[in-house]
């Protein structure tokens, strides 16, 4: 009763002045004190961290939360909400905490105040082998734990998301996810079938209660941050062979990586669906990852006739079920299973900064050859990863989610830096900086496109306009990269969920109140 009296209050105003201290015994009446860790309290600092995949934003200065909640039901998040209102206190969702910005647990701007809704108590996972396989996962499960759960209950399901095994469930859906099985299943997102939502009034809401724009905008649009707190997504499971066949094939500038690196641009992208293979490039190396849903025997044919440059032979075969091949792509050869249910890794201790871009043309060998010799030579050098599209990623419309990289596109590239202090961050940001400066004419135009999931602020940030509200025009000079003009709907359905724009942060969805029906987005494909 007091949790519904509160909803009625909250659903009414939003104070713009924040009180902590009302703030926190209004938390207190609703959630137990165990779940609530304010500044003050000995564990806040731990509990902050647990999730932090970044030094970077741990530092001295960082604007941190009032307090972090952990909600172990649904009743504690919508506590968190309707207080959050009555008192001034927005709210910053975390679910595995891979944020590339940081943007679910700190504010870049000090000054505002802000909880944390840190989702990490919420992570089951509930499978279904059907027909229809599928599964309900909470937003705090890791992907690891959901490849495990599902793998477990069949060695002929899968769910085809990213690559991290510690990456949250929660944020990845939000923004998309791809990963192995982009070329034959497409993105995770295209995979949600319905989701419990806890909007900014304090409701809970379904897919059919929260509406067909909502729903459709949760599914890619960022949902975590701009629409409500997602505590749970239903999701359609894959069929996968029994046996799958992984390799990685390393090549030298010596020994030719430029050309095949080169080459690979026409040819991964028109391979059969079942085959994927990636490129992690470093130094003077060109690692070629790849994974097939068949056997060696099968793949060894299609190899030799569509890139025999590659020479890939029976040697570099590895065979073994989907669920294996997770932990060995990401985490090598001697991981088990097992392994991929930790809920962080070595990684995680080193800071890092990131960006992405996307490539709709084939980039020059002689530009490949730049790349090798004069910028990952460089003693302050990253990396870059490049995933392929084709296939059934690019069969879906632009329109189907919010996420609109589809046909057309050969590959996404991330360029990606590490380092141990903070000293070295301006030299190795920097690297980023420059590398995704000179890469410009050699990339998408108008507008130059970008991954929703490898955040980056140098894109742009929002402005706040009128009131407390985020500006839609400022909202476009970074949303239109991620989202292309399926950003204008976005931001429609945030207007119909959060008009006051309750949650919201530097790259939230601002709201538009705009009522417009495009003829092409008046129909959602429910397949997807």
């Excluded at 009414?12 to 003050?40: G, H, Q």
């Excluded at 209660?209 to 949760?218: K, L, T």
């Excluded at 730049?370 to 296939?391: H, R």
């Excluded at 990606?416 to 940001?429: D, Q």
Aim: positive net charge; hydrophobic residues 40%.
């Amino acid at each position: 009763m007091a949790l519904a009296m509160l909803i009625m209050i909250s659903s009414f105003f939003f104070s713009s002045y924040a009180s902590s201290d009302n703030f926190l015994m209004c938390l207190s009446a609703s959630i137990p004190n165990k779940l609530l860790f304010a500044e003050s309290s000995p564990r806040f600092s731990s509990v902050l961290a647990s999730s932090v995949r970044n030094p970077r934003f741990l530092a001295p200065g960082t604007a941190r939360p009032l307090c972090i909640i952990t909600p172990t039901n649904a009743s504690h998040a919508q506590a968190a909400v309707v207080c959050g209102r009555r008192h001034g206190v927005r709210l910053r969702v975390r679910s595995g905490g891979h944020d590339y910005e940081g943007l679910s647990y700190r504010s870049v701007r000090p000054g505002s105040a802000f909880a944390v809704v840190d989702l990490a108590r919420l992570r089951s996972v509930r499978v279904t082998r059907g027909p229809p396989a599928t599964a309900w996962v909470d937003s705090g499960a890791t992907l690891g734990e959901l490849y495990h759960a599902v793998g477990r209950a069949s060695g002929r399901l899968a769910f085809p998301a990213g690559l991290c095994p510690t990456v949250g469930v929660g944020g990845h859906l939000s923004g998309g996810g791809f990963g192995m099985l982009l070329r034959k299943h497409g993105l995770a997102a295209d995979h949600v079938v319905d989701a419990v939502l806890v909007d900014a009034k304090g409701r809970l809401l379904d897919r059919n209660s929260m509406g067909r724009d909502v729903f459709w905008a949760i599914r890619g649009g960022g949902g975590g941050g701009s629409f409500g707190i997602v505590l749970s997504w239903r999701v359609k499971l894959v069929p996968v062979p029994p046996t799958v066949t992984v390799f990685t094939v390393a090549k030298s500038v010596e020994e030719g990586a430029v050309d095949i690196l080169a080459k690979w641009q026409e040819v991964a992208p028109a391979l059969p669906d079942d085959l994927f293979v990636r490129v992690l490039v470093q130094g003077q190396v060109a690692s070629f990852q790849s994974l097939y849903l068949g056997s060696c025997d099968a793949l060894l044919p299609v190899m030799r006739h569509r890139f025999p440059a590659l020479g890939v032979n029976r040697k570099h075969c590895k065979e073994m079920t989907w669920l294996q091949s997770v932990a060995y792509v990401y985490l090598g050869a001697g991981a088990t299973v097992e392994d991929i249910l930790n809920r962080t890794s070595a990684v995680d201790a080193v800071f890092s900064k990131a960006t992405s871009d996307y490539v709709r043309r084939g980039i020059s060998r002689d530009t490949w050859a730049e790349v090798f010799t004069g910028w990952l030579a460089k003693p302050d050098a990253g990396l870059m990863i490049l995933d392929p599209y084709g296939g059934k990623i690019a069969d879906v419309p632009e329109s189907a989610t919010p996420f609109p990289h589809r046909g057309g596109v050969l590959y996404n590239i991330q360029y990606m830096n590490f380092w141990e202090g903070s000293s070295e961050e301006a030299a190795r940001a920097g690297w980023v900086k420059d590398l995704y400066t000179f890469m410009e004419p050699h990339v998408s135009k108008n507008p130059r496109q970008a991954y929703a999931n490898y955040k980056d602020l140098w894109l742009g940030e929002n402005v706040v306009g009128a009131g407390p509200i985020r500006s839609f025009e400022a909202g476009k000079v970074w949303g239109e990269k991620y989202y292309k003009s399926n950003f204008r709907r976005i931001a429609m359905a945030k207007h119909e969920i959060d008009p006051d724009d309750y949650f919201s942060n530097e790259q939230s969805i601002p709201p538009l109140a705009v009522q417009l029906i495009l003829t092409n987005m008046a129909q959602v494909d429910r397949s997807y």
